[in-house]
């Protein structure tokens, strides 16, 4: 994951609230809410690189990796919570 995470072509996506993320955020990283992933699709399909997308514990991220996968996004990775990601980022 370290690997992915450290690649300029990743695509790193923060599923989190805005809210959450004023508080606390990964450099790099871009905000796109979980639930406003379907309107943004094509963003996602138009990545360079592999998708890795976190949130606070993991869990809305495993739900937006498995959304993006059943709608034609193949290389998506789910890093889990946002410290395991910040571990990673250093």
């Not at 996506?13 to 979980?34: F, H, K, M, W, Y």
């Not at 094509?42 to 739900?63: H, L, M, Y």
């Amino acid at each position: 994951m370290q690997d992915l995470i450290q690649n300029e072509k990743t695509f790193l996506v923060d599923v989190r609230t805005p809210a959450e993320v004023a508080e606390q955020s990964v450099p790099g990283a871009e905000n796109i809410p979980l639930n406003t992933i379907p309107d943004q699709l094509d963003r996602f399909k138009a990545a360079q690189g592999p998708v890795v997308v976190f949130c606070r514990s993991g869990a809305r991220s495993e739900n937006a990796k498995n959304w993006l996968k059943q709608n034609g996004v193949e290389d998506v990775h789910n890093a889990g919570g946002i410290a395991d990601v910040l571990i990673h980022k250093m």
